[in-house]
């Protein structure tokens, strides 16, 4: 079964960190570029960071730029999102998806369509 599963969240006081790992069973993460995006009760899902296949590629939402870092281990078939200064704001469910790209090694975008989701993972982070 091909399936992506986030884990990594959790409640967490603000300016805290979090690390989210999404790891892929059923397949390789090498010919994906990777993205995270989050939803907000009541708002719509909005994409968070992405990395390309090589890993030298990445962008950020510019509410996350400077706080948190995409990377990812193709030889753990997993990639990460490290969130530093975490604001409240920054509650949501998390999710992380694959886009597969055959050709391109050094791109990624985040609205590009995905071929795989995970189930989420929620981040709260509150006092």
């Known amino acids: 079964q091909l399936q992506l599963v986030e884990s990594g969240g959790g409640l967490v006081q603000p300016g805290g960190s979090l690390r989210l790992s999404c790891a892929a069973s059923g397949f390789t993460l090498d010919y994906y570029a990777i993205g995270w995006f989050r939803q907000a009760p009541g708002k719509e899902r909005e994409g968070v960071s992405c990395?390309?296949?090589?890993?030298?590629?990445?962008k950020y939402a510019d509410s996350v730029k400077g706080r948190f870092t995409i990377s990812r281990d193709n030889a753990k078939n997993t990639v990460y999102l490290q969130m530093n200064s975490l604001k409240p704001e920054d509650t949501a469910v998390y999710y992380c998806?694959?886009?597969?790209?055959?050709?391109?090694?050094?791109?990624?975008?985040?609205?590009?369509?995905?071929?795989?989701w995970g189930q989420g993972t929620q981040v709260t982070v509150s006092s």
């Open positions: 990395i390309s296949r090589s890993g030298g590629s990445t």
């Open positions: 998806a694959a886009h597969r790209l055959d050709l391109i090694l050094h791109y990624c975008d985040l609205s590009d369509p995905q071929n795989y």
